[in-house]
DNA sequence: ATAGTGGTTTGAGTAAACTCTAAGTCAAAT
DNA sequence: ATTTGACTTAGAGTTTACTCAAACCACTAT
């Protein structure tokens, strides 16, 4: 069981952004007798996976959308399948223009280097 | 030459992303005699040299200071090639996170697609 | 000659995703 | 006992990157 606090540190979010996370309904901690958020080891988990999404562009509002979907249960699998495959051709897609720019930037930047030699020959 | 409009149409932004992206300095199109902006086939690649920055996210003000960089001629290429290595090895950690999730996704489809399958087999 | 289309400006408004503030509770340490 | 630090809330504020509105000008088509 972690503290909202651990948890910030351990993934590397703010704890703003983790309240700001269950405002949205994303994530669902459990609470001590105090009222504080307690977060268990799924809980963790569930949370490395929406900002693996996130990091992958996928936006907030989708995210919450299938966190919505998971909290109905069983019968909403197909749907969820479903948004988890259009995500995986958004990430093909992101992935080619990501190369492509590469391939662009490696070029810029031999004739950049190489114009600078040139100009530190004279 | 192009007017507003052709360009938006062709590289599929709209008109009031060109006039915001003039009034942030990034690209400065000609005018003709009516004030209206003419954008010159170099302006073109120009500019779809910036919607790849952006696409691999890049943020505006990085662009910005690229463009002013590049405005400020010849003896700023040390500091273009700086801003473009920086922004290649952006690239190569998105490349890696995109390879992950990707993996992640497909996993996780494939179990989706099984556990589907099991229950329609009822 | 007037309606439509596409251009112009300045400045305000919006959506997404946080991020911060104020005012408070609680438990441990000095 | 009081300070410190970590937690709580509701709600306001911020940043980024547009996006729209209002009021105007110029050309073309009916």
Same mark, same amino acid.
């Given at each position: 069981m972690y503290t909202i606090g651990e948890v910030a540190k351990l993934v590397g979010v703010s704890t703003h952004t983790l309240r700001y996370y269950e405002k949205e309904n994303i994530i669902l901690p459990d609470r001590?007798? @105090?009222?504080?958020r307690k977060y /268990?080891?799924? @809980?963790?988990q569930w949370l490395k996976?929406?900002?693996?999404?996130k990091e992958t562009q996928m936006p907030i509002t989708k995210i919450k959308e299938y966190a919505y979907l %998971?909290?109905?249960g069983e019968h909403t699998a197909i749907n969820r399948l479903k948004l988890l495959e259009d995500h995986k051709s958004s990430i093909e897609t992101q992935l080619k223009t990501l190369e492509e720019?590469?391939?662009?930037?490696?070029h810029k930047i /031999?004739? %950049?280097k190489e114009k600078i030699l040139k100009r530190k020959e004279n």
């Amino acid at each position: 069981m972690y503290t909202i606090g651990e948890v910030a540190k351990l993934v590397g979010v703010s704890t703003h952004t983790l309240r700001y996370y269950e405002k949205e309904n994303i994530i669902l901690p459990d609470r001590n007798e @105090h009222g504080e958020r307690k977060y /268990t080891e799924s @809980h963790l988990q569930w949370l490395k996976f929406v900002l693996k999404l996130k990091e992958t562009q996928m936006p907030i509002t989708k995210i919450k959308e299938y966190a919505y979907l %998971y909290s109905e249960g069983e019968h909403t699998a197909i749907n969820r399948l479903k948004l988890l495959e259009d995500h995986k051709s958004s990430i093909e897609t992101q992935l080619k223009t990501l190369e492509e720019t590469n391939n662009m930037l490696e070029h810029k930047i /031999t004739s %950049y280097k190489e114009k600078i030699l040139k100009r530190k020959e004279n």
